[in-house]
């Protein structure tokens, strides 16, 4: 059962910033946000994680609603290098690492253009 | 970040025959290991969870005996694709977690791909 929401295609201009959106509103109170992307024929790569707070890293930023039940994933200065498709994940992390498969949807594919 | 690897990165093969696709945590130790598969415009869908030392976990509809995992150390789990068809053609990728204490959120690391084609 997909547990997250996100536009299944975006555009962004080369430059600009990329605001990709994705919705979570059965998000549970232990459940993180958790944010891959795939590059075409690559493994996923991981971008950025968040609870409750805003969270910023050298990739990304990632801002999630006062309720949790959305968030947005922000690269400032999208590149030709970024056209991929963005998997947003809600996930409670386990101390189990069995427990910590990943259960990825459709994404989003964001295409940059130049 | 810690990486892992596939080999092959990509194989062709017979119908009927198997094939081995390795995974390996370079830098890291992993007692589990995720596999997945990717059909063309599609998501990933896990197949099964590689623990080492004891038996695979397969997901359902994901035939044990046709995907073959073992995971004989901390570092290495291989998945065996047995009496292979064509559609069995598909991308594998494989995933890590650091043990406890590298990575206080659990993060996944995935393996680059194996891309199989099955003629």
């Known amino acids: 059962d997909a547990k997250t929401t996100q536009p299944p295609s975006m555009d962004c201009a080369e430059g600009r910033a990329a605001n990709l959106p994705c919705n979570h509103s059965t998000i549970s109170g232990n459940e993180y946000v958790y944010w891959y992307r795939q590059i075409h024929s690559q493994g996923p790569q991981y971008i950025i994680h968040g609870l409750k707070n805003n969270e910023t890293n050298e990739m990304a930023s990632l801002i999630i609603t006062e309720d949790r039940k959305s968030s947005t994933l922000i690269l400032p200065h999208a590149t030709l290098r970024d056209t991929a498709v963005y998997y947003c994940i809600v996930r409670e992390p386990s101390r189990m690492s069995a427990g910590n498969m990943l259960t990825f949807g459709g994404g989003t594919r964001l295409m940059v253009k130049p | 970040g810690a990486v892992v690897s596939q080999h092959p990165s990509w194989v062709i093969c017979k119908s009927g025959t198997s094939v081995k696709i390795e995974c390996r945590s370079l830098?890291?130790?992993?007692?589990?290991m995720f596999w997945y598969r990717q059909f063309p415009k599609q998501s990933l869908m896990l197949m099964a969870t590689?623990?080492?030392?004891?038996?695979?976990?397969?997901e359902q509809g994901v035939e044990k005996d046709k995907f073959l995992i073992n995971h004989a150390s901390l570092t290495l789990s291989t998945l065996t694709v047995t009496s292979a068809h064509p559609e069995d053609s598909s991308f594998y990728i494989c995933?890590?977690?650091?043990?406890?204490?590298?990575?206080?959120?659990?993060?996944?690391?995935f393996g680059p791909g194996t891309r199989l084609t099955v003629l």
């Open positions: 830098d890291f130790q992993a007692t589990t």
């Open positions: 590689s623990n080492e030392g004891s038996k695979a976990t397969y």
């Open positions: 995933s890590a977690t650091p043990l406890a204490g590298l990575s206080s959120y659990n993060e996944q690391f």
